[in-house]
């Protein structure tokens, strides 16, 4: 089973600040990796998959790179609204299944 | 307008059953594949459980198998979440997700329901 590890646990950074979050995966994942928002008391939202494609309707300021196992999500100049909780996750096929990282609290300074 | 709509959360004792619902529209539910994924009190998400557009193949997390079923119904465009013998660990925030169109994310999500489990 491919475990992913997200660091740092939390990054805190001040608006108009570069975010770089990090994901690295136990064994190649290719580019098969995905980025996700979580805001409190909301559903997740998706990114950026493949590991560098924006998700329909996502700003610019959101990228994506990296392949095999380290990946990192960047955000170029935080807004107020990025402050949440990001997520990587990946699909397995053998055994079939599904995997998110713990998670990278991005919080105001 | 893509929307998953989760339904049949609640208290229920250790040992207990629930059956959790997600109603989809504004797309063709029967095309999709379709997941639960939850989320424990201040935690990370967990995969669950996944159905393929026409129930062909359903894969669980060790976490859950052999105590929860996940089952859909294209006619009715639901999705449903059989879950048995219920213990503490379960209790969590159960997403309804939809697999994108090539089938290796979720890019679309209900807003939850939440499953309590507790004496």
């Known amino acids: 089973e491919i475990v992913l590890t997200q660091s740092p646990a939390t990054l805190s950074l001040s608006p108009g600040e570069r975010a770089t979050l990090s994901c690295r995966a136990s064994q190649s994942v290719s580019s098969y990796l995905a980025w996700y928002q979580q805001k409190p008391g909301q559903a997740p939202r998706l990114l950026i998959y493949?590991?560098?494609n924006r998700a329909t309707g996502i700003p610019a300021r959101f990228s994506g790179s990296g392949s095999g196992t380290d990946f990192t999500l960047t955000i170029s100049s935080l807004e107020p609204e990025d402050f949440a909780v990001y997520y990587c996750q990946q699909r397995s096929n053998w055994p079939p299944g599904n995997t998110f990282g713990q998670g990278t609290k991005l919080e105001i300074k | 307008e893509v929307q998953l709509v989760e339904s049949g959360g609640g208290l229920v004792k250790p040992g207990g059953s629930l059956r959790l619902s997600c109603a989809a529209s504004g797309f063709t539910f029967s095309s999709y594949s379709m997941n639960w994924v939850r989320q424990a009190p201040g935690k990370g998400l967990e995969w669950v459980s996944s159905?393929?557009?026409?129930?062909?193949?359903?894969y669980y997390a060790d976490s859950v198998k052999g105590r929860f079923t996940i089952s859909r119904d294209n006619a009715k465009n639901s999705l449903y979440l059989q879950m048995n013998s219920l213990r503490a660990e379960d209790t969590a925030v159960y997403y309804c997700?939809?697999?994108?169109?090539?089938?290796?994310?979720?890019?679309?999500w209900g807003q939850g329901t939440l499953v309590t489990v507790s004496s």
């Open positions: 159905i393929s557009s026409s129930s062909s193949y359903i």
């Open positions: 493949d590991a560098s």
């Open positions: 997700a939809r697999d994108e169109e090539n089938g290796d994310y979720f890019d679309y």
